[in-house]
């Protein structure tokens, strides 16, 4: 697991809202699109081109995309964050499988004959989840964003029978 202490985690979302807070999205995608036009045109491309328009208003979305993207994020490290803890993990080696704290990988419907439970093998992506401090429900509330994906040991045995 990747945890950090509540102190550590606080001061890099402290840093990193604080670079954001300096920077406003709409300028800063501006001078983003400016400068992808300029190389754009080092390599060849002729802003006369009848395709030009075209590149441009794609760039521009695309570039949209992302100011709306910082702007929930900036909201999120000022408003969201600040009291919990987000960890990505996974699920350890021969743990049994729970369906409400993982996802199969290789589900009983795609190959039949076989049962979703057991012991897992490994992960195969990671899992995110939210811890927070909650003294009215008496400590930490942990929330599950994101269930890690394992490969079950039957994975193996299915594997030598065929």
């Not at 001078?31 to 521009?60: E, F, H, T």
């Not at 499988?97 to 439970?117: H, L, N, T, V």
């Amino acid at each position: 697991m990747f945890e950090e202490p509540q102190g550590v985690a606080g001061r890099w979302r402290a840093i990193t809202y604080s670079q954001m807070k300096a920077v406003d999205p709409k300028t800063f995608s501006e001078g983003v699109l400016d400068m992808i036009l300029v190389i754009l045109a080092i390599c060849g491309w002729y802003p006369s081109s009848p395709k030009s328009s075209n590149i441009r208003s794609s760039i521009q979305r695309m570039l949209a995309t992302i100011e709306k993207q910082w702007t929930k994020l900036k909201a999120a490290m000022k408003e969201g964050i600040t009291t919990s803890d987000m960890e990505v993990f996974v699920i350890d080696f021969g743990k049994r499988y729970d369906e409400s704290m993982m996802e199969d990988s290789y589900p009983q419907d795609a190959q039949p004959g076989r049962s979703s439970r057991g012991r897992v093998l490994c992960t195969i992506g990671m899992g995110l989840r939210k811890t927070e401090v909650n003294p009215t429900k008496g400590g930490k509330v942990v929330d599950l964003l994101l269930k890690p994906a394992v490969a079950l040991e039957n994975i193996l045995l299915e594997e030598m029978h065929t």
